[in-house]
């Protein structure tokens, strides 16, 4: 009895003996397969990264997020936007959708066009308009005076030294009259309450009466396309011709009028005294300008002189022809940016 409990002791060790051996490898023995819980998986560099970022070769289990590497950069992002934003002031390259602007420095703003930048800027003029004929009207009526304001957006071309422009702006003329220096004849029921005589009998139809002018005015919105030329360098950059005195601009354009216009009478019976009457109109316009511009500070200041001939169409004094023809002598002042 006691031979055989020894006997499966023996038998009993030697199995203990082979699990450890299975599980553990002894001085330069042979291992066994290993647990499924020790097994690490295969790993290698990736490219372009250092030894330290590495992926599984291994792909991820189903459902489960693919790791991303945390060292070196990333293949999934361009730093093509980065280099235009670190990059040093004078070294940006000029990127689609921007322009270099002259008050930046070489930092590109702005928007360009199929050629070149697209710039804006803002007008004031007046001065004297003279009356050149037109009809009957225009022969009993002084001069006057016009101001306009304005914007114009430009259009330049590849190489920044002309640029088409379109000109939106509103402008007031005055023109004064001798009053009844000069007589001439409106049609009685055009004025208000003029068609019936002092008494208040009636006038007959198409009876015209005497007057006077006082004064007419005219109030439009003028819309027009143009072509300017520069003629030291690039409109777009300060120029540094004429000694760094300036750029000279000169520019042609062409458009219309559209408004109202208004015409004050005396008439020459009437003791009430100044009739008026009111008229839309509309009209014609070309012109031609000559500008001296300089960068100042954050903007570009231009100042120079203008001349326009424009033609006029009312109906301010029937029966007669109300036409007015008119040439513009005007002062400019404004600002690019």
Not at 133 to 152: F, K, N, P
Not at 205 to 231: C, H, K
Request: net charge neutral.
């Amino acid at each position: 009895m006691t031979a055989k409990r020894n006997l499966l002791a023996v038998a009993c060790a030697g199995v203990l003996c082979g699990v450890a051996t299975a599980q553990t490898p002894l001085f330069g023995g042979r291992t066994s397969t290993p647990s499924p819980l020790s097994t690490r998986p295969t790993v290698a560099p990736l490219a372009g990264n250092s030894s330290d970022s590495i992926l599984p070769l291994i792909p991820p289990a189903s459902g489960a997020l693919a790791p991303v590497p945390t060292q070196g950069p990333s293949p999934l992002f361009s730093t093509a936007a980065t280099d235009v934003l670190t990059a040093p002031q004078g070294g940006v390259p000029t990127v689609p959708g921007a322009a270099y602007s002259p008050w930046c420095g070489a930092n590109p703003v702005g928007g360009v066009g199929g050629n070149g930048p697209i710039t804006y800027e803002g007008y004031f003029r007046t001065g004297p308009s003279f009356n050149i004929g037109g009809g009957e009207l225009s022969a009993i009526l002084d001069h006057g005076w016009m101001t306009a304001a304005g914007g114009r957006t430009l259009f330049f071309n590849e190489t920044n030294d002309a640029a088409w422009v379109l000109d939106l702006g509103i402008s007031f003329t005055r023109n004064f009259g001798p009053r009844l220096g000069r007589i001439t004849q409106v049609e009685a029921r055009s004025l208000k309450g003029g068609g019936v005589e002092g008494g208040g009998d009636p006038l007959p139809e198409g009876a015209t009466i005497p007057v006077g002018v006082r004064a007419i005015r005219r109030t439009s919105l003028n819309f027009g396309v143009g072509r300017d030329w520069w003629m030291y360098g690039p409109g777009t950059v300060e120029a540094n011709g004429g000694g760094g005195f300036g750029n000279w601009r000169g520019g042609v354009d062409i458009g219309g009028r559209w408004g109202t216009s208004s015409i004050d009478l005396e008439p020459l019976f009437d003791t009430d005294g100044v009739r008026r009457r009111q008229s839309v109109y509309h009209g014609v316009y070309v012109g031609s300008s000559l500008n001296w511009e300089k960068q100042f500070g954050g903007v570009i200041l231009q100042a120079g002189i203008r001349g326009e001939w424009g033609y006029d169409w009312t109906n301010l004094l029937p029966p007669q022809t109300s036409d007015l023809q008119n040439l513009n002598v005007l002062l400019t002042f404004g600002l690019r940016y």
